[in-house]
């Protein structure tokens, strides 16, 4: 009963917000940097950090201190999607959020340069994970594959509520019918992709602490390697890694290649899929380890590489790497 309030209540909200904010012009207008051409609604992952609000107060008020941080962020992100923020402010915001998110997890104790290392792949990954949303459909396909695969998990390896992950898949499933098409109705904007990356970010943290098994780190391999080479290739250029940008993979064969965003999106979450399924049979026959997982990560990467160095050969790209 309380899965099928959930469901209705994200529904109306959604359709709420869209109405809301086409009279109030919460409005995404495409320019160089973007990957679409029409005017669409922003925002309207808002349905997010609403579907962990709902399971906090509907299932019993847990991790509180998470939730506030959540609040937080989400908060400062739709702040954001209004009036554009400076890049520190949202950082430092983002910082403290994930200051409260390890605190809570009890992360702060462990050796300084690991929880360095932990807070500049946590901050990394919420902001990476912010510039799907100009895909058509990749930040929830990505988003129910992560979800999906930490809901079969928490079956035998309970590391978080299982009746916070369905109340997230409604949400997505429902983002998707107004996003996963060729002219989207809406975007995430920045309070849903920043509010999904940090919750996701609490999800995988939790997984490997409870197992110790940091091969579970694969479950965001796909977009984790593309952020990190596009990253890596735009501070060699010298460029602002905060601004949008069109360089990403996806981007070129959306933009460049002139795949559908809806192809784009069902490869990306069909790969992470399939890889997921192969890190969750590795652990289980205990055949995942340091060496393994290094291995795994050399080969994605070395694949990717090639298939994007061939790609932005065959689209005369600007850039030569």
């Not at 340069?113 to 949303?133: E, H, K, P, R, S």
């Not at 997230?168 to 098409?181: A, K, V």
């Not at 795994?296 to 298939?307: E, K």
Request: one cysteine or more; hydrophobic letters at 55%; charged letters at 10%.
């Amino acid at each position: 009963m309380l899965y099928i309030i959930t469901f209705f209540a994200l529904i109306i909200i959604i359709l709420t917000y869209i109405r809301i904010a086409k009279y109030s012009n919460i409005l995404d207008r495409p320019n160089s940097r973007s990957s679409h051409q029409y005017i669409t609604v922003r925002g309207g992952g808002i349905i997010f950090p609403v579907a962990a609000f709902l399971w906090f107060f509907l299932y019993g008020y847990s991790a509180p201190w998470i939730i506030a941080a959540l609040f937080f962020i989400a908060t400062i992100s739709f702040i954001d999607d209004l009036i554009p923020l400076s890049s520190s402010i949202r950082i430092l915001v983002q910082l403290i959020a994930t200051t409260v998110l390890f605190w809570q997890l009890q992360l702060l104790g462990i050796p300084w340069y690991v929880l360095t290392l932990i807070y500049i792949i946590t901050l990394g990954w919420i902001n990476a994970f912010n510039f799907m949303d100009g895909i058509n459909g990749l930040t929830g396909i990505y988003g129910l594959v992560a979800l999906g695969t930490f809901l079969w998990l928490n079956k035998s390896i309970h590391f978080v509520s299982s009746q916070l992950l369905v109340a997230l898949i409604l949400s997505l499933i429902i983002f998707l019918f107004f996003n996963f098409r060729k002219r989207a109705k809406t975007f995430a904007g920045d309070v849903g992709s920043i509010s999904l990356a940090f919750l996701l970010s609490w999800f995988i943290i939790s997984l490997i602490q409870k197992t110790g098994q940091l091969g579970y780190i694969l479950c965001f391999a796909v977009y984790g390697i593309d952020s990190v080479v596009t990253i890596l290739m735009r501070l060699a250029r010298r460029e602002n890694i905060f601004k949008a940008h069109r360089t990403h993979l996806y981007q070129f064969l959306s933009n460049e290649y002139k795949w559908s965003h809806i192809k784009v999106s069902l490869i990306y979450g069909f790969i992470q899929c399939v890889i997921n399924i192969i890190v969750i049979q590795l652990i289980a026959n205990n055949h995942m380890n340091h060496i393994v997982l290094l291995f795994f990560v050399s080969v994605l990467s070395a694949g990717y590489l090639v298939l994007r160095y061939k790609i932005q050969k065959a689209i005369n790209w600007k850039y030569s790497y």
